[in-house]
């Protein structure tokens, strides 16, 4: 596709704020609220950009906004329709193209942060071009990434990793950065997925970066800073993912934490969407995070742990937080709960 | 592009490259060896896809075959011109251009691996349309490669690891399936370069993979096979890289091998062009891989160790090969010393 009616901008990552907002949040087919996880991170890191959710009749996710069809939408003041969904290979789903065609028919841009280009689909190209709206893909790595060197950068940098994708590694960076924030310490949270860049106005989608320039492109995320200055760096995939580890160590190795925070969801067994693969122990992913991670770093240690407690009960969760704490030796937290247990986390990652 | 020359495979939506062969390799104006290695490398190791040479007149390399003009090449079975050269920038030379035209004017597909694209030359992108002849770029990968799946594939596979990039991966993956074929297994080369590529016909540069598939490129690279079949996968990198450890990672996520080879050149200390990381040991090699490898194949175990000893007396080699082997408890070979220890070292594979 020719981007010429695109605003130059908007393929660097850290124009990201001149998107087309407020957005509609697009669900998609989705019935597992795991694949919906662009949408959910907007609606609780950015609640300002977002004023209504749409999709198709068989999606059965909800992010809590009321449903408002484009027409709708645009009529309440929307001005773009973000596809909130991440699923496997980032692919655009056949039956979301008639939706897509009646938002852009009802005035609205599109924002995707999939894999799959908006105008490698015909329909939305022609859509797109017969309403004057806009296609925008914002996965688009920068150009020109370097192969990484290696050389230990000035600065703190904390990484966000995980037993598996979508537990909250990413929440868990955003809200390690607000504590930091708030406890006066320079800091920038660093997105490395379409979901972060969305929220946080800037990054690398560092799923599409080529292999070769995977850790040149995490050198390049958080460069040389102010020895007292902290990065907090979302975390991607899982180095025991059978299809992601990949991403996981080029952003390890190139990242150089000197801390790591391990995420978790309990009752979690198996990689998402890879039930014959059981998900490693909070123990062994501390551990292989360690051992890889001294390569570019080799004071690298765990902060803490961060248990995605989203489906216990108050109680359950300190209950659970606290056995697991004492078994790993660790502080353990879940971010989205505040309270004496994340602020030991916070203690110990800025130890 | 439109070609009843190209095998159904290529215009599929995932596909391995496949390449035109038998080639005529092109010397271009060469007049060191040194800068025709990839025309000298295929005559070494694919001679029976290569039947003759060619190149500007002013051009005093030659490998032995005979000089033949597209047009007579064509007419005894040439399918594809090669670029032999590997010059310093990676870069088409001027005076090559009307003979590449004329190559592609004569039936001739031409492949390249150099970093400049051949379609970035006007001459050349107008005269393969006008003949509907293709220019492959063999460092990019096909387009639509699925995300990893895990599961595990019929067929057994090989991999060869190093300590390092640059070391014999590659000539050990060749050796060991072309011993393997000797010995009556059904074997195919899987090549990962692009080197690898030329001289095996097909194959994929996982380094120019989006990291995101790079498990899933390796999983196309090495499909379901008949129980006895062999892929001899060429490695790439190594997990100890600081910048290229994503590579290695996916590969061998993807290959899910039964057996690596771990390759090391004896003297090497540090990894090349990094001074400042020390090379892992061999043991330290074997044991993270084989770590990270059970998580697609629980079965994975080392065949033994590939040495290059290329800068070793015969004597001095073997007196190495043996202490090796004594210390590891592994058979330790040269593959390019046909020898007890390489045929040690293939039984070891097979078992």
Redesign the interface.
Known sequence: MNDSNIPAAVSDAASVLQLPYPYLLFLGDATEAAFAKTAFGLRDWAPERCIAEWGCDTATVSTGLPRLSPKEARARGARGLVIGIAN???VIGESWVPLLVEALESGLDIVSGL?VKLGSVPALKAAAARHGRRLIDIRTPPPNIP?????KRSGKRLLTVGTDCALGKKYSALAIARAFKARGHAVDFRATGQTGILISGSGIP???????F???AAELLSPTADPAHWDVIEGQGS??H??????S??LL?GSQPDVIVVCHQPGRECVLG?P??PLPSIAETID?NL??GR??NPAIRCGGVSLNTALLEPSAASELMAQESARLGLPVADPMRPGAEFERLINSCLD
Do not use: I, K, N, Q
């Not at 560092?206 to 070769?212: H, K, P, R």
């Open positions: 496997t290979g980032g894999h192969c990484g060197v290696g050389s560092m799923d599409a970066v080529v292999a070769d995977e850790a040149g180095l025991f059978p299809a992601y580890a990949a991403v160590l080029g190795h890879h014959d693969f292989l051992r890889l390569r570019t």
